[in-house]
């Protein structure tokens, strides 16, 4: 049984919030399994247990998700913040995860410095990092985004260096690539928080709060 678009709000209910994402590839002939919609905040790991640091333990998702069997599709960085989804169903947290499906990741950046139209072309055209070049980006300067909220511990600024937030678009996934592809550009990264997945978003999300997809 399949459940279309148009009819999903409506039976919503009678389903128990399970209904088939209008993103995912064509094909996908299962009923979608329930999402979980996390607002990761800075310092947490993207996993619900911590093994490596002895003695010591870094938070984790467990602090804040209670969901037996759910799994994160993706992860983010420790110092990285924002949106993460999780999922119970394995083929479909390969799918989310998995670049090939050119599920775009959209990113809103502070990064140090006044980047240039010129810098920008260079992601959106795609740029040579040490493992091979970038595909090319959606990449605009935009205005601090108005959801943000105070990030523990506060961002270092250098009082005599200016500051920009740029909005950057992938369709695929290598590590710290986007922290990579701005220092390229003579622009370090200062905070980076991952706004949107696909169709999902954090809007109305505060750090550490979830909701279901």
């Known amino acids: 049984m399949t459940v279309s678009h148009s009819v999903r709000d409506r039976w919503a209910g009678e389903l128990e919030g399970d209904w088939l994402e209008p993103s995912l590839p064509l094909g996908y002939s299962a009923l979608m399994s329930k999402i979980i919609l996390f607002n990761k905040p800075y310092g947490v790991l993207s996993q619900f247990t911590d093994t490596g640091t002895a003695g010591s333990p870094r938070p984790t998702m467990s602090a804040f ?58 992601l959106r055209a795609g740029l040579k990092l040490k493992d091979g070049p970038t595909k090319p980006a959606h990449a605009d300067a935009i205005a601090e985004p108005d959801y943000l909220w105070p990030r523990t511990p506060p961002v270092r600024f250098r009082k005599s260096v200016q500051d920009r937030w740029v909005s950057i678009t992938l369709t695929e996934g290598r590590n710290r690539q986007v922290r990579r592809m701005t220092a390229a550009l003579g622009h370090p990264t200062l905070r980076l928080i991952r706004y949107s997945i696909g169709d999902w978003s954090l809007d109305g999300l505060a750090p550490g709060d979830w909701r279901w997809g």
Do not use: W
């Not at 599920?103 to 139209?117: C, M, N």
């Open 65 to 122: 998700i209670d969901a037996p069997g759910y799994y994160p599709a993706g992860r983010l960085d420790k110092d990285s913040e924002g949106l993460m989804v999780l999922t119970n169903d394995g083929a479909l947290q390969a799918q989310i995860s998995d670049p090939k499906f050119k599920r775009p990741k959209t990113y809103h950046v502070q990064v140090e410095g006044v980047p240039s139209e010129a810098a920008l072309d260079r």
